[in-house]
């Protein structure tokens, strides 16, 4: 009979013991799960819930129930809102996530879901379209919270195609979609006034009254049949799953448990999320953001260790990875407990963890009935680190079965039962798990999974394959008598396949192995189609049966699996272990390793693992359907390549697609590594820095050599300059030759310009006209353009035009750079080359050189010592960020190296924003042309109340001019340095509104301006044509990462000092100096086509 109250049997008391900011709700009846969260509003508020180290710091921010709850009503109000428009005033409907999972939004969300008084669905992201379709179908979910990630929009409209073509249904029958709610959607620090809030959505949406057995939640199982099924769980259900951390005996109140690894969509996590209400557990997560970190061996333990966790949760792999660092060894080994489930843990790596001290304990629990297992475990033995012993909540029965073990049966009970059934025990509704079970040897209670009855594969992922409807796709293959799929206790799945008679053959013949994998491969790729994404099979994990190890068959002419999984079993390790050797062998290792080169082989290697031509050099291939298995078989490939060409030592490799997941990255790591010449050893974030700095440090050492000093011949001269420029085909440097050609103190102009597809002199004349600059000054004897080769012997000048150009120079203006943010240092090896030859020259002929730095080089702001940033040299630290700003960092120590060795008289200009020309010319594809260029798609403009000091490209030009002037006295010794900005900011919420009204669209907060643009490109047809913005879409997600920054301009543009830039230029002293307005905004929009 069902139970008809909420209260549940007395549980014992050992939670919150000695806890001064948590009190435990009561199992009295008197509330759900979800209504508990009133009662810590009250009660527990300053207790914490999450703990998270900011990005880039070692700064542990800490949310307390408080906050949370306050997140929890404002989701309640936002999702209620959405349902409703599509829905009208309707309760107990139904609200399905599918996104990855970033713990603490994701978490909020889903007690959001429940607080509006709909039902909760999190759907794993790692199902099929057709999964998924399934999912959704069979629960009538009305509205579906999608993730930001192209996939994840991929991954539903491929659903609803199938809701439509497998499930009937019709267009207004499709579930309306929403993204899911961001931390900053959730968390907005409303202070004093959130109680009011609170107060305010209390009566906006009141609590429903439910009964037992009514449904509040939904889980999903992994797919061990066809599909994944819906696990329904009751009110009465979830309250009585809350409770388990009671039944533990282990006080977790306050204790810190790492949620690093599991996402929330999986039932496990799904647990925490209810064991936190009643117990007071406070969870490590990654920090929010939009993509979700993602949860790598080095991130994950990263994670836990800097929010300093008392316990770990993590799959199998996971625990695998961080036994071969000593380091981690060691910290886990001061941990409370280190915990797995899901998969079989390596017995090696068990015992030799254990050996070391390290608490290991297996968790065990079903999503039909929660968590079974003592959790954590009040014991860890060295030889328990596989078992588990059983809560004592639960009415368990046990199945002999042969060799003293068991099949493990849930009936219910008292305090738990099981939320499904799918047997009878003594005329009682039951849950046969399949699950065989052996109790320890010697310690009593304490039990191990041996494995399924029922066969099912599961991976050390967690993840689980069912082999029946896989196989029975390979079995309609014609070359194919019988498959058999195999994969237990390993990362991905396999499939061994017996040939008909007249196909059969030696598989140590590699050839006809080729051959015969070649020939299934359309069938395979159709059971790939069908798979979930774990399950999937790649070539290399083909196996072909061999002549004389025949299939053995049941009388009933099935094939008898276990039978022939242990007959093949050295085949199968064999296999295992050559996959770290397998590659895409079509894809041959370059010529030469240098940045083209290398970046085309990673390209070609992405797509070829990834099977999509269309993948960019800048996109995130975990963000187009790239998964931790291709990321292995893209790490093979280059491992391979690097091994075999270039005789690099690979053993130290790790697993690099993480920290380097698109082609640009991954071929700017391969060239890092050749140059290197070994991989080394992967690196947190710490000693990434440092490496890159030792790498920016050896550059700066290997150009600063064999300085030849000044000889002062010639006293510097002012009034008859001739000046050495590059970069004059650029947007700004169009105007420095302007300006120099205008500058009566000027007599000569020597312009050097790279070989091109046009003659240098159109190649100018088109840049002058471009930005509205008189095209004829090139015809004048005062401009003389060369082409060059600036990292060459004398420029690749002629020896006579050379020594003409020695004989009078008097400054140089090196402003020619190449700009690709995606690039490593090594990639401006001949930058960095032609700029040291100019000093050369500098020094030669005792000439002031001007080198066009960059603020970009303000990267990583957590090293710096003074802010805003000062007009000096600065620590290397600050530069680590990536390739262009350690570039333009060695430039600048170079020439501090030869101020200081040699009298090099240098002036470094750290450039800000330029923004367009007079004539309004200004390169729409940048970042800020294309904001505004999407605005009329958008019908919205992002707002951003901060100053914003960009200066037009014409000012920047004069005010190169005025430092040719720089006094003698400033650069003694050392550089000169100073930031070009300009010297009257504006706020830029000024320029958005007046370009909102000129195209009568809406200022909107740059997150909500970010959300559109991000649907457009999933909802548009041919998006990418029309909405410019989306061409650079990764560039504002950055942006909208570093947004509370403190210390920054608008767009996070970093606040630098400029007061020795306005002593020195007369025209930024200018105190009339016109600021940015309407007028150039016209000019710029008009260019645009606005």
């Known amino acids: 009979m069902a139970q008809?109250?909420?209260?549940?049997?007395?549980?014992?008391?050992?939670?919150?013991?000695?806890?001064?900011?948590?009190?435990?709700?009561?199992?009295?009846?008197?509330?759900?799960?979800?209504?508990?969260?009133?009662?810590?509003?009250?009660?527990?508020?300053?207790h914490p819930l999450f703990k998270f180290a900011q990005p880039d710091s070692e700064e542990i921010r800490t949310v307390l129930w408080k906050e949370t709850i306050e997140a929890v009503y404002t989701g309640a109000k936002l999702i209620r809102d959405r349902v409703q428009s599509g829905?009208?005033?309707?309760?107990?409907?139904?609200?399905?996530?599918?996104?990855?999972?970033?713990?603490?939004?994701?978490?909020?969300?889903?007690?959001?879901?429940?607080?509006?008084?709909?039902?909760?669905?999190?759907?794993?992201?790692?199902?099929?379209?057709?999964?998924?379709?399934?999912?959704?179908?069979?629960?009538g979910a009305v509205h579906i919270l999608v993730g930001y990630d192209q996939s994840m929009q991929h991954l539903m409209e491929r659903a609803v195609e199938f809701l439509k073509e497998d499930h009937g249904y019709t267009s207004d029958k499709i579930p309306t979609t929403s993204m899911i709610p961001v931390f900053e959607d959730l968390y907005l620090n409303d202070g004093a006034k959130g109680p009011e809030k609170v107060a305010k959505i209390k009566k906006e949406i009141p609590w429903i009254k439910l009964q037992p057995q009514d449904i509040q939640f939904y889980m999903h199982s992994s797919g061990s049949t066809a599909f994944p099924k819906p696990v329904p769980w009751t009110a009465l259900?979830?309250?009585?799953?809350?409770?388990?951390?009671?039944?533990?005996?282990?006080?977790?109140?306050?204790?810190?448990?790492?949620?690093?690894?599991?996402?929330?969509?999986?039932?496990?996590?799904?647990?925490?999320?209810?064991?936190?209400?009643?117990?007071?557990?406070?969870?490590?997560?990654?920090?929010?953001?939009?993509?979700?970190?993602?949860?790598?061996?080095?991130?994950?333990?990263?994670?836990?260790?800097?929010?300093?966790?008392?316990?770990?949760?993590?799959?199998?792999?996971?625990?695998?990875?961080?036994?071969?660092?000593?380091?981690?060894?060691?910290?886990?080994?001061?941990?409370?407990?280190?915990?797995?489930?899901?998969?079989?843990?390596?017995?090696?790596?068990?015992?030799r963890l254990s050996e070391q001290g390290v608490k290991i304990g297996c968790a065990y629990g079903l999503t039909e009935a929660g968590i079974i297992s003592?959790?954590?475990?009040?014991?860890?033995?060295?030889?328990?680190?596989?078992?588990?012993?059983?809560?004592?909540?639960?009415?368990?029965?046990?199945?002999?079965?042969?060799?003293?073990?068991?099949?493990?049966?849930?009936?219910?009970?008292?305090?738990?039962?099981?939320?499904?059934?799918?047997?009878?025990?003594?005329g009682i509704d039951a849950y046969a798990t399949y699950d065989m079970i052996v109790e320890h040897p010697q310690r009593k209670g304490f039990w191990k999974i041996l494995g399924r009855a029922d066969s099912q594969i599961i991976h050390t992922s967690g993840e689980k394959t069912n082999p029946g409807p896989l196989e029975s796709i390979m079995n309609q293959d014609p070359h194919v008598t019988a498959a058999v799929m195999f994969g237990h206790g390993k990362f991905q799945a396999g499939i061994l396949v017996e040939p008909i008679k007249e196909e059969q053959f030696d598989p140590s013949n590699e050839q006809k192995l080729s051959e015969f994998r070649d020939k299934i491969w359309p069938t395979v790729e159709?059971?790939?189609?069908?798979?979930?994404?774990?399950?999937?099979?790649?070539?290399?994990?083909?196996?072909?049966?061999?002549?004389?190890?025949?299939?053995?068959?049941?009388?009933?002419?099935?094939?008898?699996?276990?039978?022939?999984?242990?007959?093949?079993?050295?085949?199968?390790?064999?296999?295992?272990?050559?996959?770290?050797?397998?590659?895409?062998?079509?894809?041959?290792?370059?010529?030469?390793?240098?940045?083209?080169?290398?970046?085309?082989?990673?390209?070609?290697?992405?797509?070829?693992?990834?099977s999509n031509e269309d993948i960019g050099d800048e996109d995130d291939l975990f963000q187009n359907g790239g998964d931790s298995l291709q990321a292995t078989w893209i790490k093979n490939s280059i491992l391979r390549a690097l091994r075999d060409s270039a005789g690099i030592d690979t053993r130290d490799a790790g697993n690099f697609v993480y920290d380097c997941p698109t082609i640009a990255s991954l071929g700017s790591f391969i060239v890092s590594v050749v140059?290197?010449?070994?991989?080394?050893?992967?690196?947190?974030?710490?000693?990434?820095?440092?490496?890159?700095?030792?790498?920016?440090?050896?550059?700066?050492?290997?150009?600063?050599?064999?300085?030849?000093?000044?000889?002062?011949?010639?006293?510097?001269?002012?009034?008859?300059?001739?000046?050495?420029?590059?970069?004059?085909?650029?947007?700004?440097?169009?105007?420095?030759?302007?300006?120099?050609?205008?500058?009566?103190?000027?007599?000569?102009?020597?312009?050097?310009?790279?070989?091109?597809?046009?003659?240098?002199?159109?190649?100018?004349?088109?840049?002058?006209?471009?930005?509205?600059?008189?095209?004829?000054?090139?015809?004048?004897?005062?401009?003389?353009?060369?082409?060059?080769?600036?990292?060459?012997?004398?420029?690749?000048?002629?020896?006579?035009?050379?020594?003409?150009?020695?004989?009078?120079?008097?400054?140089?203006?090196?402003?020619?750079?190449?700009?690709?943010?995606?690039?490593?240092?090594?990639?401006?090896?001949?930058?960095?080359k032609g700029l040291r030859n100019m000093v050369d020259l500098a020094l030669a002929t005792n000439s002031l050189i001007i080198f066009v730095s960059s603020v970009g080089i303000f990267q990583r702001f957590m090293y710096a010592k003074q802010r805003p940033f000062p007009e000096d040299s600065l620590p290397a630290e600050i530069a680590s960020g990536g390739g262009y700003a350690q570039s333009k960092w060695v430039s600048e120590q170079i020439m501090q190296a030869a101020a200081s060795t040699a009298g090099l008289r240098a002036t470094v200009v750290r450039l800000g924003q330029a923004c367009g020309s007079p004539n309004g010319s200004w390169n729409s594809k940048e970042w800020l042309p294309a904001i505004v260029r999407s605005a009329p798609y958008l019908k919205c403009i992002p707002d951003d109340n901060r100053l914003m000091s960009w200066i037009p490209a014409d000012m920047v030009a004069c005010a190169l001019r005025d430092f040719l002037d720089v006094p003698q006295t400033e650069t003694e010794g050392k550089p000169c340095f100073v930031h070009l900005i300009h010297p009257r900011p504006v706020r830029w919420s000024t320029?958005?509104?007046?370009?909102?009204?000129?195209?009568?669209?809406?200022?909107?907060?740059?997150?909500?301006?970010?959300e559109k643009l991000e649907q457009a490109g999933k909802t548009e047809q041919n998006a990418e044509k029309k909405i410019s913005a989306l061409r650079i879409l990764s560039s504002y997600q950055g942006m909208a990462s570093i947004w509370e920054e403190p210390g920054v301009e608008a767009f996070g543009i970093a606040e630098i000092e400029n007061g020795r830039a306005k002593r020195l230029s007369k025209t930024l002293a200018d105190p009339n100096v016109p600021q940015l307005g309407e007028e150039q905004l016209k000019k710029w929009m008009s260019y645009w086509g606005l």
Request: charged share 20%; glycine share 6%; proline share 7%.
């Open 374 to 426: 003592v959790y954590p475990p009040r014991e860890c033995h060295p030889d328990t680190w596989d078992y588990f012993s059983f809560l004592s909540n639960y009415n368990l029965h046990l199945i002999p079965s042969d060799d003293n073990t068991f099949e493990l049966v849930v009936l219910p009970g008292k305090s738990i039962s099981p939320q499904v059934s799918n047997t009878k025990m003594d």
């Open 4 to 46: 008809t109250t909420f209260a549940l049997p007395p549980v014992p008391q050992t939670q919150a013991l000695s806890s001064k900011t948590f009190k435990p709700p009561s199992f009295d009846g008197s509330s759900t799960v979800i209504e508990m969260l009133d009662w810590h509003y009250d009660h527990s508020a300053s």
């Open 675 to 832: 140059e290197r010449g070994s991989f080394g050893t992967q690196l947190g974030f710490e000693a990434q820095v440092k490496a890159d700095v030792e790498g920016m440090r050896r550059m700066v050492e290997k150009y600063s050599k064999n300085f030849v000093s000044v000889k002062h011949v010639k006293s510097p001269r002012n009034d008859h300059k001739v000046v050495l420029m590059t970069g004059s085909t650029g947007g700004v440097g169009a105007h420095i030759l302007h300006r120099l050609y205008e500058d009566p103190t000027v007599e000569r102009v020597y312009a050097l310009i790279r070989k091109g597809k046009e003659d240098i002199e159109t190649k100018q004349a088109n840049a002058l006209t471009e930005r509205g600059v008189d095209a004829s000054i090139i015809k004048s004897k005062k401009v003389v353009l060369l082409e060059a080769n600036l990292s060459a012997e004398r420029f690749g000048l002629p020896e006579n035009v050379f020594k003409e150009i020695q004989s009078s120079l008097s400054h140089i203006v090196a402003n020619a750079w190449r700009v690709d943010f995606n690039l490593g240092l090594s990639s401006f090896d001949s930058d960095i």
């Open 991 to 1010: 320029l958005a509104r007046l370009i909102a009204s000129k195209l009568k669209v809406d200022v909107v907060p740059f997150t909500q301006w970010l």
């Open 526 to 610: 159709k059971l790939n189609a069908y798979a979930p994404q774990h399950s999937r099979v790649f070539k290399e994990l083909i196996l072909v049966a061999s002549p004389s190890k025949p299939f053995t068959y049941t009388a009933k002419n099935t094939t008898r699996n276990p039978a022939i999984i242990r007959e093949y079993a050295p085949e199968i390790e064999a296999l295992y272990d050559s996959l770290e050797e397998s590659t895409q062998a079509s894809v041959p290792a370059p010529e030469k390793w240098d940045a083209e080169s290398s970046t085309d082989f990673a390209r070609k290697v992405v797509k070829k693992v990834l």
């Open 87 to 139: 829905l009208g005033n309707v309760d107990r409907k139904i609200v399905g996530i599918l996104s990855l999972s970033d713990a603490i939004p994701y978490f909020t969300t889903v007690l959001s879901i429940m607080r509006a008084n709909y039902i909760p669905f999190p759907i794993s992201p790692r199902n099929s379209p057709q999964a998924v379709a399934h999912l959704i179908s069979k629960v």
């Open 237 to 351: 259900g979830l309250l009585q799953l809350s409770s388990a951390p009671f039944f533990g005996g282990t006080d977790m109140t306050g204790k810190g448990l790492s949620l690093h690894v599991l996402p929330i969509f999986h039932a496990m996590g799904a647990c925490h999320i209810f064991w936190s209400i009643t117990a007071g557990i406070v969870y490590g997560t990654f920090h929010p953001q939009t993509p979700p970190v993602q949860p790598t061996p080095d991130a994950a333990f990263n994670g836990a260790l800097k929010t300093d966790v008392d316990y770990i949760l993590a799959v199998p792999h996971m625990i695998e990875a961080w036994s071969r660092n000593p380091s981690c060894v060691e910290w886990l080994a001061s941990r409370s407990a280190i915990m797995y489930g899901g998969g079989p843990l390596d017995k090696e790596v068990g015992i």
